[in-house]
């Protein structure tokens, strides 16, 4: 007798016929449905989560690493003539050609750092002042590059350039004046009085984080050299890299290139944890919604539960006519697989639509709440990013899939183990 290959045609006829349940076998099609449905939400809820979480990590560290230095480079403190700490940098232009002679760096700039009062009329604001030459300015990509910027950057050598969170809180635009104050100005000999000098705002950036629009001024290097009185000096070096993901391996030449005095701060010091944070909460994530799925495809065991039940008569006759146990197997194996397969291409659909109009989304969204969906003063960034990843999509379809055939081996083996003798027993 001639064995049938696996997955013949006849058994996809009769699993199709299974599945196309007659009216007085609803019970059989409404849990088909059910089951259906919850595959495909559950897939849609994995895939739009991994995604918007891949989003997030990502504007996050672009955001990072658009507006920030890769790496920092300071300097161990001195004791100066006066007995304080002298951390400044003196010879920070021959330390800068050292850097850039480091493989991968790809651009080093000087900076004076501080932190002061801004002051419009009757509005105040703490910043953060980083003097830098114009050409180091213009390279920094968040900054020269923002779509949201208003000003001439070109106009940088004569006055301040400050962030969009800044202006608003004073209230100013380009053109206005702004006025700078200091409490460590001017030494007399009543002791130190503040510095107050007066700026004409000509560029008003937006780096798309926050922390930084909120609370970050730029001022050219000279005039910062003079206010803060760091004449001839720099308080650390700003250094950009070609590969910001490998920057710990470039740690070692670039603390050699810094000198006996060098110490570095990466990009990775100041957000690893936060990042970190980032991971775990993907991972746990990923197991939660797992459930999810898993909860859904256990809906395809109770349909095929209902289906063999129904079907033990048709069970027995097809034994009786020579079907083999394994046929009767792969029968419901389709039955419940063929389900969880179309809820999930569902799923990928609607979660590969969410990530692809999630700005659509949640502009809706956000109107519907009145503007308060998002609060960017905690989240740090503006909007919602998703970034669809083929990795994140492939995941949750491996998943959907082979839960959806592990669970519908277990009531198709019980139908193939049916008595065809015990089937038609009563009938």
């Given amino acids: 007798m001639a064995q049938t290959p696996p997955f013949a045609p006849f058994e996809w006829m009769i699993a199709w016929r299974y599945l196309r349940a007659r009216r007085a076998e609803g019970g059989v099609s409404v849990m088909t449905w059910i089951s259906l449905i919850g595959i495909t939400l559950a897939v849609f809820a994995l895939i739009a989560t991994l995604s918007v979480r891949s989003g997030f990590r990502a504007e996050f560290v672009d955001t990072i690493l658009g507006a ?29 050609e050292q850097i850039r002679a480091v493989p991968g760096v790809t651009r080093v700039a000087p900076l004076v750092r501080q932190q002061v009062m801004a002051n419009k009329g009757q509005s105040n604001s703490g910043v953060e002042v ?7 300015l213009k390279t920094i990509p968040r900054i020269a590059s923002s779509e949201l910027a208003l000003g001439d950057i070109n106009q940088f050598d ?21 006025k700078l104050i200091s409490p460590n100005g001017v030494k007399t000999a009543f002791g130190t009085s503040p510095r107050v000098n007066a ?7 937006s780096a798309g984080r926050y922390d930084i629009d909120r ?38 030449p670039l603390l050699q290139a810094a000198g006996e005095r060098g110490q ?9 944890s936060f990042l ?59 039955c419940g697989s063929f389900t969880g397969i179309i809820g999930t291409a569902m799923g990928v659909i609607l979660g590969c639509l969410f990530a692809l109009y999630v700005d ?38 491996a998943l959907s899939l082979g839960l959806s055939f592990i669970v519908t081996i277990f009531p198709a083996r019980r139908a193939a183990a049916m008595n065809p003798v015990e089937a038609l027993r009563y009938e």
Avoid at 264 to 272: M, N, P, Q, V
Wanted: net charge negative; hydrophobic share 50%; charged share 20%.
């Fill in 215 to 252: 609370t970050r001024a730029y001022l050219p290097l000279l005039e910062a050299q003079s206010f803060f009185n760091r004449e001839g000096v720099a308080d650390e070096l700003e250094v950009m890299v070609e590969d910001p993901e490998q920057v710990d391996e470039m740690a070692l």
């Fill in 199 to 205: 700026y004409e705002v000509v560029y008003i950036f």
């Fill in 360 to 397: 659509q989304i949640f502009a809706f969204v956000n109107y519907l709440s009145g503007g308060t969906a998002w609060d960017a003063s905690v989240r740090g960034i503006y909007f919602l990013p998703a970034k669809l990843q083929l990795g994140d999509v492939l995941s949750a379809v």
């Fill in 264 to 272: 570095i701060w990466t990009w990775r010091d100041a957000s690893g």
């Fill in 68 to 96: 920030n230095a890769h790496v920092t480079i300071y300097q161990f403190g001195e004791v100066a003539a006066n007995g304080q700490i002298d951390r400044t940098i003196t010879n920070y232009e021959t330390l800068a």
């Fill in 158 to 178: 004569q006055g301040i350039a400050i962030g969009s969170g800044v202006a608003r809180t004073l209230g100013v635009t380009v053109g206005d004046r702004i």
């Fill in 130 to 136: 980083f003097g830098i030459a114009a050409e180091d």
């Fill in 276 to 334: 970190s944070a980032l991971d775990i909460e993907d991972r746990v994530m990923f197991v939660i919604l797992s459930v999810l799925v898993l909860i859904a495809a256990m809906n395809i065991v109770s349909g095929l539960i209902m289906l063999v039940k129904n079907k033990g008569r048709d069970i027995g006759i097809l034994r009786t006519m020579g079907l083999t146990q394994g046929s009767i197997m792969r029968v419901f194996f389709i």
